[in-house]
């Protein structure tokens, strides 16, 4: 059985008729639609879609853990709360990773600095010598699990 979806048309939203606009718009819609509708047919699963487009970024965020692209003792970069913005930048510039991570004394991690909490610590302040890692680091909120995909809500 022949099936004709008729997605055309009537004019583009560009003033001269020229961009793909409407029609592109159109065109992504159908597919949407048509994928989602073998997806209910088939009755696949996320585990198939990522069985099916390995190479791809959703396949690979449905296969990949925390655990595979993590960074752990010395690679990562470490400060205590009362570490100077000298001892976190070195640390930073030892392993180049875009952060460093601040503990407590039993290993506890507190928070994270970025670059850019870096970037914008030197912008307002005169003097970076007296700011501390605890003033600077963003407080940890959220437990990452080492076998949790990118998929699914961490805990």
């Known amino acids: 059985m022949d099936i004709l979806l008729d997605a055309s048309v009537r004019a583009e939203a560009d003033p ?7 029609s592109t718009a159109v065109a992504t819609a159908v597919g949407d639609a048509l994928a989602l509708a073998i997806r209910h047919a088939r009755n ?3 585990e198939d879609f990522a069985q099916l487009h ?3 970024q959703l396949g690979r965020n449905l296969r990949v853990t925390v655990r595979q692209v993590m960074h752990t003792g010395e690679e990562v970069a470490w400060a205590r709360p009362e570490s100077s913005m000298k001892s976190v930048i070195l640390a930073m510039n030892h392993c180049p990773l875009g952060a460093a991570c601040v ?3 039993s290993g506890a991690l507190l928070g994270l600095i970025t670059d850019g909490d870096l970037r914008r610590a030197l912008e307002t302040n005169d003097d970076i010598r007296r700011v501390s890692a605890g003033d600077l680091m963003t407080a940890h909120r959220q437990r990452w699990i080492r076998t949790h995909s990118f998929r699914m809500p961490f805990a």
């Open 44 to 46: 696949l699963t996320p």
């Open 54 to 56: 390995p190479a791809g």
């Open 103 to 105: 503990k407590d004394e």
């Open 16 to 22: 001269y008729n020229l961009a793909p606009t409407a």
